[in-house]
């Protein structure tokens, strides 16, 4: 059985718990921002047959909006997975990571769309 005496107790896995729970709460929140964004910009869409997309740059907008919407939710268990994981590195890793991986998708995408 753990006790205080021990030196660790219960505190570095609750401690654990509350980052977990503050980084699923980000994500959650990031997710409703991306959904509430994709209806903001989606009323109207509906004009008919003659209603083009716009420029590359509205088409972009509403693309990482939608994907964000979409990948946020599950996306989750990775996150933080690798962040317990990996815990020799700063806090703000895996979304370092997981935003270079948008930024050169983005990049890819914008290379595809000028050829």
């Known amino acids: 059985m753990i006790s205080a005496a021990d030196g660790g107790g219960l505190a570095p896995a609750l401690a654990a ?3 977990r729970l503050v980084l699923v709460g980000a994500l959650f929140a990031l ?3 991306a959904w509430w964004s994709t209806d903001k910009r989606m009323r109207g869409m509906d004009a008919g047959p003659g209603s083009g997309l716009r420029t590359l740059g509205w088409f972009l907008g509403v ?3 939608m994907m964000a919407a979409m990948m946020f939710p599950s996306i989750a ?3 933080l997975m690798y962040a317990s994981l990996d815990r020799s590195r700063r806090a703000w890793t895996p979304l370092e990571k997981e935003m270079g991986r948008l930024k050169k998708a983005l990049a890819r995408l914008a290379e595809e769309h000028a050829a």
């Open 17 to 19: 718990s509350r980052a």
């Open 31 to 33: 997710a409703g921002i």
């Open 63 to 65: 693309w990482i909006v």
């Open 77 to 79: 268990p990775m996150v």
